[in-house]
């Protein structure tokens, strides 16, 4: 058997494949509400054949959603519909996984078809909040910088959140820490200048992330696998880089998280990233290697080969596929075609299977 058709348990959940479809939004929700879209988009991954299907972006209020179209689940009455397209995943033998997210000073934008500019408060956008009031464009309102009070709303709203999310039914959760969002906007010196607890040292800027954990963690089972995501690197000098990630993700491990999902950049506009395949594979290598902690490789993994590659050589533990799995949703079944491992086909599908 290949390495990528190869099982792995984190905690009490078996992953079936190393395959991984990566969190993506969708920009088609309303009011946080999810639709038969979602259920399509994520149902036909989890036919597709792989082993974790993990939901875009959700934010946990309606001030943190990066657009009004945003997924949600900041409210009860958004449990039922994400209830069924979780119920319609595990039914395919995959795993359904949540990513909780607060946008911060990138919240109230267009959709991207839609120019993804700044929505202003006149024009259907609302008050941004971040660590610090520095906008993330130069044409940008500025964000408000969060007070205690508006801190302590955004622990109590992901702790909400993660209980919602049990509810629904997912078995992974993902606190998203990276892209420019609002941890990673308390993560990184380039956009936290605060001066309290919550700023200057590496100490005081994780701080928060590591309130969150704490708190997702008393909603959140010991026995359900529990990841975050960073960006392990700005892409910019002086901002937040791989040695800092690698010290977190330590941090992190010892505080009960169990896998860390490597992305990077995101923070700023102007960040110069090399884009190639596999560009971010290594900061998965080392922080695997150096914090002793699982990891996820995510970023232009397209080829089979190139996924089985990067697993063999013991550079992460899980492949997570977005982008290609837009244009092969059905990539695990392929692959494993390709790498000659046999797996099992829906039935509707067997009989065209390679």
């Known amino acids: ?148 009070d508006g801190i302590l709303k955004v622990i109590a709203d992901f702790k909400a959140a993660a209980q919602r999310s049990l509810r629904v039914g997912y078995k992974v959760l993902e606190i998203h820490a990276a892209h420019g969002y609002l941890i990673h906007q308390f993560l990184s010196p380039l956009s936290n200048h605060r001066t309290d607890n919550y700023g200057g040292s590496f100490e005081n800027r994780i701080r928060l992330l590591l309130e969150i954990v704490k708190a997702v963690q008393t909603e959140w089972p010991q026995n359900l696998p ?39 950049g995101g923070l700023v506009p102007y960040a110069k990233i090399p884009w190639r395949p596999g560009y971010q594979v290594t900061f998965a290598e080392r922080i695997k290697k150096e914090a002793g902690i699982l990891t996820s490789a995510v970023g232009l993994i397209t080829e089979v080969t190139q996924a089985e590659h990067i697993l063999k050589k013991g550079e992460a533990d899980l492949i997570l596929i977005a982008r290609e799995s837009l244009r092969e949703p059905y990539f695990a079944l392929k692959a494993a075609a390709v790498l000659g491992d046999e797996i099992v086909w829906p039935v509707q599908y067997s009989r065209a299977k390679l």
């Open 1 to 148: 058997m290949s390495k990528l058709f190869s099982p792995l348990i984190i905690k009490d959940i078996e992953f079936k494949n190393r395959i991984v479809i990566s969190p993506m939004c969708q920009y088609s929700a309303v009011d946080g509400f999810a639709n038969d879209w979602h259920l399509v988009h994520l149902g036909s991954r989890a036919v597709g054949g792989a082993a974790l299907v993990i939901q875009e972006a959700t934010a946990i209020s309606s001030e943190g959603r990066i657009t009004p179209s945003d997924a949600g689940l900041y409210k009860e009455e958004h449990i039922d519909k994400w209830q069924s397209i979780t119920k319609f995943i595990h039914q395919q033998g995959a795993v359904a996984g949540i990513q909780l997210a607060h946008a911060g000073r990138k919240a109230s934008c267009a959709e991207p078809w839609n120019g993804s500019h700044q929505l202003k408060v006149k024009a259907n956008g609302w008050r941004t909040v971040a660590p610090s009031a520095i906008a993330f464009n130069a044409e940008d309102d500025a964000p408000l910088a969060l007070d205690s």
């Open 226 to 264: 529990l990841f975050v995501r960073i960006s392990a690197t700005d892409w910019v000098e002086g901002g937040w880089n791989i040695n800092e990630a690698v010290k977190l993700s330590s941090i992190l491990k010892m505080a009960g998280v169990d896998l860390i999902d490597c992305s990077s």
